[in-house]
């Protein structure tokens, strides 16, 4: 069979794309394939990754600039044909900027930039980048941002809510959604939503830096186990 | 012909403003305690090569809503200056 490839696009000031490439790769029978944001061409991989860091050094707004990228063009293509997308941290920043996941990331309520060990819940297996888990598994996945804080406006946040996009929750150890896990301020403890059709997921924890005990946790690595089975069996 | 936008975007009043709530705290700390509240945005000057006034004014919208802010958490607004 054919090995699973998967692109992780490179942005100027991309600065998680070796340690998805690394997470990738662990995964035998996959083979991640890394994409320069100027190209116009996504090498027919089977899914792309956009990577955390600090693209465009996060000018303007975060992932602005990012999103008008010559590669951001195919990539947004490919996800309208129902192709899966995932953007972990400055990735997700990038994809609600483009459209491809609804609201926006603000400066985290508590100003600081945050990195540490966090904990979140899963609410929604029933995704190709999530089914791996149980509902309500709770997750010890490191974040590192600035502006995380997830924001929408109260219809939307219903909306994602009622059609069962919400996908990662901030929780304490025992899956609780409280104001304490909710370390940067987001909306209904917000870390990772899915599209209506389900094929972009974004997030702001790491799963690529939880992929493996000797980082701490290897709580991440079904993220990437979910997507690729479900790719390897499609 | 070249008209000179003053642009300034800021943070709709229902987004927290986390970086104007420290700026509002130091000030208390120095005793300006009259200031009631901050908000910070961003003000941008871009020169835009029209011949009229009404494609300057075309562009710059284009421009706002497309890149300089992002409209579900910011507003925009812009005065032209025609420049030699």
């Known amino acids: 069979?054919?090995?699973?490839?998967?692109?992780?696009?490179?942005?100027?000031?991309?600065?998680?794309?070796?340690?998805?490439?690394?997470?990738?790769?662990?995964?035998?029978?996959?083979?991640?394939?890394?994409?320069?944001?100027?190209?116009h061409d996504l090498k027919g991989c089977d899914a792309v990754i956009l990577p955390g860091g600090f693209s465009y050094g996060d000018y303007l707004r975060c992932g602005s600039i990012a999103r008008f990228s010559p590669i951001m063009r195919e990539v947004i293509d490919f996800a309208g044909k129902e192709r899966p997308v995932l953007g972990i941290c400055n990735g997700f920043q990038v994809l609600v900027e483009c459209g491809l996941l609804e609201g926006a990331l603000i400066r985290n309520a508590g100003r600081k930039f945050v990195s540490r060990q966090t904990t979140i819940s899963v609410v929604n297996n029933r995704t190709i980048f999530t089914d791996k888990y149980a509902a309500g598994d709770v997750l010890r996945v490191p974040v590192a941002h600035g502006e995380g804080n997830y924001y929408a406006?109260?219809?939307?946040?219903?909306?994602?809510?009622?059609?069962?996009?919400?996908?990662?929750?901030?929780?304490?150890?025992?899956?609780?959604?409280?104001?304490?896990?909710?370390?940067?301020?987001?909306?209904?403890?917000?870390?990772?939503?899915?599209?209506?059709?389900?094929?972009?997921?974004?997030?702001?924890?790491?799963?690529?830096?939880?992929?493996?005990?000797?980082?701490?946790?290897s709580d991440g690595r079904r993220v990437f186990e979910s997507l690729f089975a479900h790719l390897a069996g499609a | 012909m070249a008209f000179k936008a003053k642009i300034k975007v800021t943070l709709r009043p229902s987004i927290l403003d986390v970086q104007g709530k420290a700026a509002q705290h130091a000030l208390e700390n120095l005793g300006y305690s009259s200031v009631e509240s901050i908000r910070i945005g961003k003000y941008m000057e871009v020169t835009i090569g029209e011949e009229s006034r009404a494609d300057a004014e075309r562009v710059c919208r284009e421009i706002c809503q497309k890149l300089l802010s992002n409209p579900i958490m910011e507003d925009f607004s812009f005065e032209l200056e025609p420049v030699n």
């Open chain 1, 1 to 39: 069979m054919a090995d699973v490839t998967v692109g992780i696009v490179v942005f100027p000031g991309s600065n998680c794309d070796h340690d998805t490439e690394y997470a990738v790769a662990s995964f035998p029978g996959t083979r991640p394939v890394m994409l320069w944001h100027n190209d």
């Open chain 1, 153 to 217: 406006s109260p219809e939307t946040i219903e909306s994602l809510e009622a059609n069962g996009q919400v996908v990662f929750r901030y929780t304490d150890a025992a899956g609780n959604a409280t104001e304490e896990a909710n370390f940067n301020g987001s909306m209904n403890n917000i870390a990772g939503i899915v599209n209506r059709q389900g094929n972009v997921l974004g997030l702001m924890p790491h799963p690529e830096r939880a992929s493996e005990e000797l980082l701490g946790s």
